[in-house]
């Protein structure tokens, strides 16, 4: 991948766990992520936010304090002592937070002021009520886009071999930022110039989700987004990954099937590409097989298998996970308490102390 060196195709998918007190990232999370490095491993790290705005949910961590850089570097160097890379997902949540995670309760901010209509079905998120946001005055813009730079800076200081970042594209201006297509994108691209020129294009991976239709996101038009998108990616020369994640599930037959809608894309993007959402053993060694993608990112299996691709090596049994301490904010239950394979200590030494 770029400059870097994997061993195995198993990447941990970014996790939301709300155990960053105070949005600082806490000495458990490295015990957490150490557990699930490997050597030639790629772990990306959960959504940590750009600024005191970023934030959507409770306890997640930051990146704009010297306070947060600080805490992310034993995190950091503990990944980096079991040999795995490390790269940090930053990102703004918009509209996708409330009144009180907002500094001095004020109204999230975001590309729109439609409130996202509350959803008790979309599962993935801790919250059900979003405030109403406020639309960003288009002067404010670079502001944001700064507050990415500035992260993007921040997570190199703190020791992460690369930042991944994504954003929320739910758009209803009628000013530069609003409209075309290219309108619609140019936040986004601004961004990825802006972080791009900050720390080099092959520190720098992308998670697109056109397809995703959870918190009133949805795009009349996916696959021109998407190919949009990568066409921007690819004028930067060597950028490093592209992230993509698959629609819902479908039901065939009465089964479960990843519905595959990636393949145009990852022919399109010049660099590595990674998918994600509901693989399994058998299913992410079917599409590296068939050339569909380069990696395979796993994120209800890694959470509660931190020796996922030991597992997956062995054709071992998995631990299976339990929704109801996603987003706990415990430093130990449902977060470093999933048992690793009996009897194999090998990948169960922690390098850290909590
Ligand atoms: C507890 C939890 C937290 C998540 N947090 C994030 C996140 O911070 N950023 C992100 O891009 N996706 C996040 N996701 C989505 C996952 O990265 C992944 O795309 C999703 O779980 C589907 O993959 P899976 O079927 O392998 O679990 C989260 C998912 C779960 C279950």
Known sequence: MGQFELSHRVVLAPL??????GNVPQPHAAVYYSQR???GGLLIA????VSATAQGYPETPGIWTQEQV???KPIVDAVHRKGALFFLQIWHVGRVSTNELQPNGQAPISSTDKQISPDPEHGQAPLLVYSKPRRLGTEEIAGIVDDFRRAARNAIEAGFDGVQFMKDSSNDRDDEYGGSLENRCRFAIEVIDAIVS??????VGIRLSPFVDYMDCVDSDPMALGHYMIQQLNKHEGF?????VEPRMAIVDGRRQI????LPFRKAFKGTFIAAGGYDREEGNKVVAEGYTDLVAYGRLFLANPDLPRRFELGAPLNKYDRSTFYIQDPVVG??????LEGDDKNNESTVEA
Do not use: I, N, Q
């Not at 959960?46 to 936010?49: F, N, V």
């Not at 977060?335 to 690793?340: A, L």
């Open 259 to 262: 519905p595959r809608r990636l």
């Open 70 to 72: 600080e805490a992310w």
């Open 46 to 49: 959960e959504a940590t936010g």
């Open 198 to 203: 900050e720390v080099g294009a092959h520190r």
């Open 16 to 21: 939301t766990r709300c155990r960053s007190y």
């Open 335 to 340: 977060y470093t308490d999933y048992p690793f």
């Open 240 to 244: 490093l990954y592209c992230h993509m």
């Open 37 to 39: 490095a490997t050597k």
